[in-house]
């Protein structure tokens, strides 16, 4: 049995495409399907063990040595993710200052993620027995009363005694009742959020943490050495849950051996980041993170008990996060699927981080204190900030009901590690795979409708009926593309794989400086908050003049 199917890219950079194998039904027999024809022309598949092995060999002979890992999210069958990875590969292949690096190698990982409606197939099938019987019993209680209702009209003499108007739509309503809870059940299960959700737990982690133990095992053998050098950058690109998958696999691969920890209550983002190793195995270094529109709590900047993003965070030097205020995937099926799963008992807690919004009413770089940064984001309905208060004195309160009034705070917060770059506004030219070469023009909102509700009020929010229309046609047109039109722009699929490949001050030199980064997000209606945690950002660029929030 083949765990594991890689295809190689015909490009320059090194670059692979390594799918996990596990189904998207455990119980599934049939064979894999073979590659569309349509991508034979770009991806050529090889034995999984062949794709280590070249990885490993391109890893060592670099001088710069950089392994770049991009995770697809959910509600992505493969054809999807071939069309996704594909374009990646095509526009690093275009980019002169990424293309041609030596020990550069760039992986596209498929987990098993299915889309909307495919389960629906074997919804009655899969059904367990519980929820069979309540449905067979609502069928029955809502229609055999109904039909005896109006068959009494016809014989009012002998079956006078069923016409009952009042009893007879009672039990009609309890019948439809039972159906509509069974229904529901099948129409949660046909959204595969959760079952994604499951998939990505159980195969795409754990297949994840596999293959990069591998790779750092084949370097080792290689090498002919066993001692940890850790001289190879490994970075990663997490989209909606392929963050989720990124963060869950870096905890598993580096939180649990960690030493250093000598205080049970320096856990989690309460623990000191100087301790946190950003070695993982005996070959790589964590050095980047790039998620666009994470479909991650937005509780997990700010809570200082144990979470997955915490752990993976601060191992990394550099952390980015592409939002979008009107990301209506994670701002309405999202959340509503997390209200069964997610512990709050507050909406205002139940927003994701691909939401959070820069308040500005201008675009660019924004100069913002280092203090006000969290009055600076805010995500649904509430700023950073409110969020923070609120977990603190909710903390405190806790404290004090066990006799101890003070609260540790987190040395540094979660928030400041990020640069953010709010892409709610963005409006570009946009590009096909399949014909890199020529964007499509002219330039159009690619995540939202671009109406610039902050142009005379930073605090003003996307209003009701805009947020109705944006769900509305991603679900039927997906223009605008509100969860993955980052992937789409020219100028976003620039700044998401140069940040992956080059880190921020390479991306800077590519552009030529930061005051040139902030007018080409500018230009694009991007808005951008640089974290003043950034490593080796020079002087002179840190304390550069920049656009003033307004």
């Given at each position: ?189 046909a959204i595969v959020y959760f079952r994604d959700t499951y998939r990505a737990t159980n195969f795409g982690v754990p297949d994840l ?342």
């Open positions: 049995m083949e765990f594991f199917r890689a295809y190689k890219a015909n490009l320059t950079t090194p670059t692979y495409f390594i799918e996990s194998t596990a189904p998207d039904n455990v119980d599934d027999t049939g064979p894999l399907p073979d590659l569309p024809p349509e991508y034979r022309k770009y991806l050529t598949e090889i034995h999984a063990e062949q794709a280590v092995q070249e990885i490993a060999e391109t890893l060592v002979a670099g001088p710069d040595s950089n392994l770049v890992v991009m995770v697809h999210g959910f509600n992505n069958p493969e054809p999807a993710v071939l069309n996704m990875y594909t374009g990646a590969a095509m526009a690093i292949e275009r980019d002169g200052a990424i293309n041609g690096r030596k020990g550069l190698v760039c992986i596209g990982y498929r987990w098993p993620s299915e889309s909307m409606g495919e389960p629906w197939h074997g919804t009655w099938d899969a059904l367990p027995t519980f929820p069979t019987w309540l449905l067979n019993l609502g069928v029955i209680i809502a229609v055999v009363p109904f039909l005896l209702f109006y068959l009494a009209s016809w014989a009012p003499g002998l079956l006078g005694w069923l016409r009952h108007p009042i009893g007879d739509h009672l039990v009609t309503i309890l019948g439809l009742t039972l159906l509509g809870l069974v229904l529901t059940a099948a129409l949660l299960r943490v596999h293959i990069i133990r591998v790779i750092d095992g084949k370097v080792g053998e290689i090498r002919q050495s066993k001692e940890a050098s850790n001289d190879i950058q490994l970075s990663f690109i997490g989209h909606s849950m392929g963050g989720f998958v990124v963060t869950n696999t870096i905890r598993v691969l580096s939180d649990v051996f960690e030493g250093g920890r000598s205080r049970i209550e320096a856990y989690g983002a309460a623990a000191d980041p100087s301790l946190a190793s950003s070695n993982i195995g005996h070959v790589f270094q964590l050095k980047r993170f790039v998620l666009a529109s994470p479909d991650i709590p937005a509780e997990t900047l700010l809570t200082s008990r144990s979470n997955f993003l915490a752990s993976a965070l601060v191992r990394f030097d550099e952390a980015y996060l592409f939002s979008n205020e009107g990301d209506e995937v994670l701002r309405q099926i999202s959340t509503l699927a997390n209200y069964f799963v997610f512990p709050t008992r507050s909406r205002n807690h139940g927003f994701r981080l691909g939401n959070v919004e820069i308040l500005s009413r201008d675009f660019g770089l924004t100069s913002v204190a280092r203090a006000d940064i969290l009055k600076r984001l805010r995500i649904g309905h509430l700023t950073l900030q409110e969020l923070y208060d609120g977990l603190l004195r909710a903390a405190e309160q806790r404290q004090r009901a066990i006799g101890s009034p003070t609260v540790p705070k987190p040395p540094v917060l979660l928030p400041e590690r990020f640069t953010y770059f709010d892409c709610t506004d963005y409006t570009d030219d946009w590009t096909d795979w399949s014909d890199p070469d020529k964007p499509i023009k002219p330039a159009r909102p690619l995540l939202s409708f671009a109406n610039w509700y902050k142009r005379n009020d930073e605090h003003a929010r996307l209003p009701w009926h805009a947020h109705l229309r944006l769900l509305f046609v991603y679900l039927f047109t997906q223009r605008p593309n509100v969860h993955a039109g980052y992937f789409q722009g020219l100028l976003s699929q620039q700044l998401i794989y140069r940040l992956a490949c080059l880190g921020y001050n390479g991306t800077i030199m590519a552009y030529g400086s930061e005051q040139e980064l902030g007018k080409q997000c500018k230009d694009k209606k991007i808005r951008l908050l640089v974290s003043p945690e950034l490593p080796g950002r020079p002087a002179a660029v840190a304390s550069s003049p920049t656009t003033p929030s307004a």
